[in-house]
């Protein structure tokens, strides 16, 4: 009853909850399904009342005034730890800008720079014993939370209750909105043909008893449809997706034979359909943890035969990989790909596996390239790259020269461009 009185001392409207925005404040919210919808949509109605105030997200799912509205110039300012469509949006009208970083260290490396005014995130319902769940994202919310001036909170009864280190308590927050909107879904991406070649050719890396991270996507999608025939899988990973959901229910994830977290699906932030939100909602076997830990290169490395999978835009002759922009436009952000990437590679009998399709934009352009784009930012070091993967083939790069990967690089671009790349190796002294 204590906690009900509590709960109810701290609800306010999200009007009263705007009034507690100021002039210079940084407010930090949670990610992407558990952003704050309520909140962040009405932002814009305190323009005149407030400037330079800055948010900080982390995919943001929803399409928002503040930062998308050219006459929000001067009050506010959007900053993504990783960027999403309504980032991009915002980004060319002057309004985000990108925050690099590493995923472990989005919460770590921003604090040590800023603590944030203000912190708000969507969260389940509060059980009896007065806690919420922070759900779907451990990512930065819990180190935020812990340092920010105020917290507020919109409780949202769509979302589940994840178990793991999402845990909150209502005496530690200060404000409570409730609210009832449908949390974001992805959509589960019907792979390519070329997908399912690619998916394939990872599937026949993956020994059983491996331990995973998988990401989402196309690729993702295929590599986890080629894993059906496989058994004892684990699950080690940033983001927990659908195809996780669907190897989970065939008996292939039974997370029996992992080194660290036996019988646990481990990760750090969950985002698909409405099918996976309720395969995570009070589930004994989910252990949502911190970012900060999930994914370190030494706990990851914990796992035996560790297999990280992840994709990338480009890859150029020598092994390094372009994973998140365009040249000069930021396309998405580094993420885990490094830390997975790595910690993978350290792991006993672990492999770190960069996929990709050989071309872009219809076949006219090879994404095995002979440099990166003026400006392309490199997201995983050829020091780092284990395997790269296409439909035309595995290439394992470890341990190799330059002369040596050329060679193995150009075997699994795509045909057409194959000559084009030898002879620029060639002019070069690269073989």
Known sequence: MKYLDSYHKKLISVEEALELVKTNDEIVCSLGPCEPQKFLGELHKIKDKVENVTVITILSLNEYKYNTDESMKGHFFNESLFMGGYSRIAQKNGLCSYIPTHLKFTATKRLKYRKPNIFIGA?????????????????????????????????NPNLPRVHGDTQVHVNEVDYLIETDYPI??????????????????????????????????????????????????????????????????????????????KNKLVGTFA??????????????????????????????????????INTALAVDLSGQCASESFGLSQYSGTGGQSDTGTGAFLSEDGKSIIALKSTAKNDTVSTICPYHKLGS????????????????????????SVRERVESLIKIAHPKFRDELRNFAIENNLI
Request: aromatic share 6%; glycine share 8%.
């Open 123 to 155: 969260v389940s319902p509060m059980d009896k014993h007065g806690y919420f769940s922070l759900s779907l994202s451990l990512v930065h919310e819990r180190e935020n939370l812990e340092n920010a001036d105020i917290v507020i909170l919109e409780v």
């Open 271 to 308: 985002l698909g359909s409405k099918k996976l939100y309720e395969f995570l909602d009070d589930n004994p076997s989910i252990e949502m943890k911190k970012c900060s830990y999930v994914n370190d290169q030494i706990t990851i490395a914990k796992n035996k035969k560790m297999i990280s």
């Open 184 to 261: 974001p879904e992805l959509a589960n991406k019907e792979p390519s043909d070329k997908e399912k070649i690619i998916g394939q050719y990872i599937a026949d890396l993956v020994e059983d008893g491996s331990t995973l991270q998988l990401g989402i996507g196309g690729i993702p999608n295929a590599v986890a449809m080629s894993l059906k025939g496989k058994k004892n899988l684990g699950i080690h990973t940033e983001m927990i997706t659908d195809g996780m959901a669907e190897l989970f229910y065939e008996g292939v994830i039974t997370n029996s034979e992992k080194t660290i977290h």
């Open 377 to 400: 930012v490199v997201s995983f070091s050829r020091n780092d790259v284990d395997y790269i993967v296409t439909e035309y083939g595995v290439a394992n790069l470890t341990g190799k």
